[in-house]
């Protein structure tokens, strides 16, 4: 190797490495840190009573919405309200009794299933459980 | 004052050489024939982006990005800050103008296949430049934080996150969490302010560098046919100009008559709203994700749609390569098919989201 050559590779390979030192900070720093969520398990979703036979109520499980539907048939269901195509906040629907995603037109039936529409997934269902005066709904397991 | 003016102009001219420039716009020649008409789309493009700068830094004023405020502030700017909502709705307004004419400059040039050799690199960042814009109007959507725009940013995001192997990194790198929030809000407004308008000044010099280097395509079609020629300045400029008062004027028309709205603040834990669509210049993707089912084969329907999505972008932005015929200064005529295609695909999805807004339920 000459000395023309190695003085070449020495100054690119010293301004590349300076290139990189510079670019690692500032590529680290646009992407946020992680942070840990709560974990949340449970949460009183509604007071017994509130909620009329055909109709739902949208609350806050852990960091995302969740649905608790009180069904025709007055059984109370629990899952979550985000849809699994988009991440839009799915809206129950009194007239047909399924959830309804208005962004794409997803539909699920009472046990999360998808009845049409592009979502692939169901959505996820939670226990349900009457305590006292609260309805509490927490994560199946 | 002639003398006042003359004197002005010499001390500026010795050091700034501006009869050098001066003498170059007059002696540049710009061709005019059937089709220049579908030139102006440029400059009128330049002068809307303009527009944007200066009511975007006068916005600047009084908004804050915060999810606690941003909302009031916008609603502070449209109802208690005199001529805020002008200066909102020009905004506004300008925006969608903006990536109309954009599209309309766009599909023009292809159809002239301007984008032939020597002019590859002004076609490429001229198809840049309209993305950049796409995102400063996604960006500049969440800024206000009300609930269309706010469930518009879980959409968008969530389809970027769906790209093959680099999805989720990007997604995370967009939302700054791994939900739309504060830290969201933080993003858009920094790529609205800071990040994009450097990437836009940077291309936008490019491109009109390469416009000023270049000059005028001359359609295939009639190349070898005799043409009149106009002198870039002051004809050219003159005829701008009058292009320029009329958008100026539609503007102004509209943003009295159809001030822009303010729209409900956002929610995180309501439903989404029903009719919920994007920003115009989304809804032709919007409506194809509507209609793809599921699962198409073994590849979920969204993957399916932005992998489609793609190819005929990565085609669209590598024309001036693909097309040989054309690099050659002979019709294309398999192009111009491409084009239409694309060009009633992207009107009659766009179409049917406002004609049909049940489609596919």
Redesign the interface.
Same mark, same amino acid.
């Given at each position: 190797m000459d000395r023309r050559r190695f003085i070449n590779i020495f100054a690119g390979g010293s301004f590349a490495a300076t290139l990189a030192a510079f670019l690692y900070p500032v590529i680290r720093y +646009?992407? &946020?840190p992680k942070?840990a969520?709560a974990v949340q398990k449970k949460v009183a979703a509604a007071r017994t009573g509130e909620l009329a036979p055909n109709s739902a109520k949208? $609350?806050?499980f852990g #960091?995302? =919405?969740a649905v608790l539907i009180n069904t025709q048939e007055g059984k109370l269901v629990a899952m979550s309200?985000v849809c699994t195509?988009?991440?839009?906040? +799915?809206? $129950?629907e009194t007239s047909t009794g399924t959830l309804f *995603?208005? *962004?794409?037109?997803g539909r699920f039936d009472m046990a999360g299933h +998808?009845i #049409?529409? &592009? &979502? =692939?997934k169901p959505l996820e269902v939670y226990d349900v459980e009457i305590a006292g005066p609260d309805i509490f709904v927490s994560k199946k397991g | 004052m002639k003398k006042l003016a003359q004197s002005l102009f010499g001390y500026f001219d010795e050091r700034f050489k501006l009869q050098g420039l001066i003498g170059y716009s007059k002696h540049k020649m710009v061709p005019e024939h059937e089709y220049s008409f579908w030139y102006y789309f440029g400059g009128i493009s330049l002068f809307l982006a303009a527009i944007q700068i200066a009511t975007g830094i006068m916005l600047l004023l009084y908004y804050t990005p915060s999810i606690e405020s941003a909302h009031e502030s916008v609603q502070f700017i449209m109802s208690s800050v005199k001529f805020g909502w002008l200066i909102r709705s020009v905004h506004s307004w300008t925006a969608n103008i903006l990536i109309g004419i954009l599209f309309v400059h766009m599909f023009s040039t292809f159809f002239l296949k301007a984008y032939r050799k020597p002019r590859e690199l002004t076609w490429m960042t001229g198809f840049l430049l309209l993305v950049l814009f796409m995102a400063f109007g996604f960006s500049g959507y969440l800024l206000p934080w009300n609930e269309l725009s706010y469930f518009a940013t879980r959409v968008g995001t969530d389809v970027a996150g769906s790209l093959p192997l680099i999805g989720g990194w990007l997604k995370t790198l967009i939302l700054g969490g791994p939900s739309v929030s504060q830290a969201t809000l933080s993003r858009f407004f920094w790529f609205h302010v800071a990040l994009l308008p450097l990437a836009a000044f940077f291309l936008m010099g490019i491109h009109v560098l390469l416009v000023q280097t270049l000059g005028m395509s001359v359609p295939v079609k009639i190349k070898d046919k005799k043409h009149k020629e106009i002198s870039f300045f002051p004809d050219f400029i003159y005829k701008d100009a009058l292009g320029w008062t009329l958008i100026l004027f539609l503007i102004g028309v509209l943003c009295v008559f159809l001030p822009w709205e303010v729209g409900k603040k956002a929610d995180p834990f309501a439903a989404t709203p029903l009719g919920i669509k994007p920003e115009w210049y989304f809804t032709f993707m919007f409506t194809t994700l509507k209609l793809v089912p599921s699962h198409v084969l073994f590849i979920e329907g969204e993957q399916l749609v932005i992998l489609a999505l793609m190819i005929g972008a990565a085609i669209w932005f590598l024309a001036p390569y693909l097309d040989r015929k054309a690099a050659r200064d002979k019709p294309s005529p398999l192009f111009t098919w491409f084009g239409i295609a694309a060009l009633l695909y992207i009107v009659a999805f766009t179409v049917l989201t406002y004609a049909v807004p049940k489609i596919g339920q």
């Amino acid at each position: 190797m000459d000395r023309r050559r190695f003085i070449n590779i020495f100054a690119g390979g010293s301004f590349a490495a300076t290139l990189a030192a510079f670019l690692y900070p500032v590529i680290r720093y +646009v992407l &946020p840190p992680k942070q840990a969520e709560a974990v949340q398990k449970k949460v009183a979703a509604a007071r017994t009573g509130e909620l009329a036979p055909n109709s739902a109520k949208i $609350f806050k499980f852990g #960091s995302t =919405p969740a649905v608790l539907i009180n069904t025709q048939e007055g059984k109370l269901v629990a899952m979550s309200a985000v849809c699994t195509h988009l991440t839009c906040t +799915v809206t $129950f629907e009194t007239s047909t009794g399924t959830l309804f *995603c208005p *962004c794409h037109n997803g539909r699920f039936d009472m046990a999360g299933h +998808v009845i #049409s529409g &592009p &979502p =692939p997934k169901p959505l996820e269902v939670y226990d349900v459980e009457i305590a006292g005066p609260d309805i509490f709904v927490s994560k199946k397991g | 004052m002639k003398k006042l003016a003359q004197s002005l102009f010499g001390y500026f001219d010795e050091r700034f050489k501006l009869q050098g420039l001066i003498g170059y716009s007059k002696h540049k020649m710009v061709p005019e024939h059937e089709y220049s008409f579908w030139y102006y789309f440029g400059g009128i493009s330049l002068f809307l982006a303009a527009i944007q700068i200066a009511t975007g830094i006068m916005l600047l004023l009084y908004y804050t990005p915060s999810i606690e405020s941003a909302h009031e502030s916008v609603q502070f700017i449209m109802s208690s800050v005199k001529f805020g909502w002008l200066i909102r709705s020009v905004h506004s307004w300008t925006a969608n103008i903006l990536i109309g004419i954009l599209f309309v400059h766009m599909f023009s040039t292809f159809f002239l296949k301007a984008y032939r050799k020597p002019r590859e690199l002004t076609w490429m960042t001229g198809f840049l430049l309209l993305v950049l814009f796409m995102a400063f109007g996604f960006s500049g959507y969440l800024l206000p934080w009300n609930e269309l725009s706010y469930f518009a940013t879980r959409v968008g995001t969530d389809v970027a996150g769906s790209l093959p192997l680099i999805g989720g990194w990007l997604k995370t790198l967009i939302l700054g969490g791994p939900s739309v929030s504060q830290a969201t809000l933080s993003r858009f407004f920094w790529f609205h302010v800071a990040l994009l308008p450097l990437a836009a000044f940077f291309l936008m010099g490019i491109h009109v560098l390469l416009v000023q280097t270049l000059g005028m395509s001359v359609p295939v079609k009639i190349k070898d046919k005799k043409h009149k020629e106009i002198s870039f300045f002051p004809d050219f400029i003159y005829k701008d100009a009058l292009g320029w008062t009329l958008i100026l004027f539609l503007i102004g028309v509209l943003c009295v008559f159809l001030p822009w709205e303010v729209g409900k603040k956002a929610d995180p834990f309501a439903a989404t709203p029903l009719g919920i669509k994007p920003e115009w210049y989304f809804t032709f993707m919007f409506t194809t994700l509507k209609l793809v089912p599921s699962h198409v084969l073994f590849i979920e329907g969204e993957q399916l749609v932005i992998l489609a999505l793609m190819i005929g972008a990565a085609i669209w932005f590598l024309a001036p390569y693909l097309d040989r015929k054309a690099a050659r200064d002979k019709p294309s005529p398999l192009f111009t098919w491409f084009g239409i295609a694309a060009l009633l695909y992207i009107v009659a999805f766009t179409v049917l989201t406002y004609a049909v807004p049940k489609i596919g339920q």
